[in-house]
């Protein structure tokens, strides 16, 4: 059993990222509880802390969030899900794993390094990313990455892109966590530690978005950058 003071250290971090920026509360999380529990544990467990997350920014940020762009990207996503499932038993994950890393990398180094003008994106790109997304978290567990990169390659406020980001993870995590449920992996450890981390979640987030408020729009975008860069070279360490 992983020691309580640990739990509380590593969800207040993951806690503070995803306050912080909307997204990014896995990619801290995982690894690092990764060294103490089992995967069957951590992954219901994250994804309901994380659901409790994206709960309190869609109702704070409910004003700003993108709603016909969620209703376009899960349009897109359900429909690619079975997709995924067929593309898990045919490729080995790790090459998913590899492209997607790499893809990541380079996408946002170039973001980072030219600075290109943020551009409104069509339907297209909205059906196109809410398809990966689909694809992607049905194969490999990371079906975030098209999401968070389409919502922040946009001229929107800090506002829109994270409420919007917020209330997607919020509908694809009560799906997930859902299907946790129905299939026996919340079990009493996982209530047990989802419990005891409530307090740390809380005051991660409570820091994380008081940081937020000090970000201007150009600043958040380009920390969302920084943070899907290390998710990439996290991937690609992970698969090679």
Sequence with gaps: ???????????????????????????????????????????????????????????QLRKTIGFRDIVLLFAATVPAIPLGVYVLKHVPPQY????????????????????????????????????LSGVLGASIGAGGPPVIIYSTVQPWAKDRAKGTLAFYFLISGAMVSTMHAASGLITREVLHLFTVSIPSLAAGILLGLYAYTRLSDEHYRKLAFVLVFGLGCMLLYNNL
């Design 96 to 131: 998913l794993g590899i492209c997607l890393g790499l893809l990541m990398i380079v996408f946002t180094a170039h973001q980072l390094l030219a600075n290109p003008t943020p551009r409104h994106l069509g339907r297209s790109w909205t059906i196109l990313a809410g398809f």
């Design 1 to 59: 059993m992983v020691e309580t003071s640990i739990l509380a250290a590593i969800i207040l971090a993951a806690g503070f990222l995803q306050g912080l920026t909307g997204f990014g509360f896995v990619l801290i999380a995982l690894p690092l509880l990764g060294i103490f529990l089992p995967l069957k544990t951590i992954i219901p467990l994250l994804c309901l802390l994380a659901l409790c997350i994206s709960m309190i920014l869609s109702v």
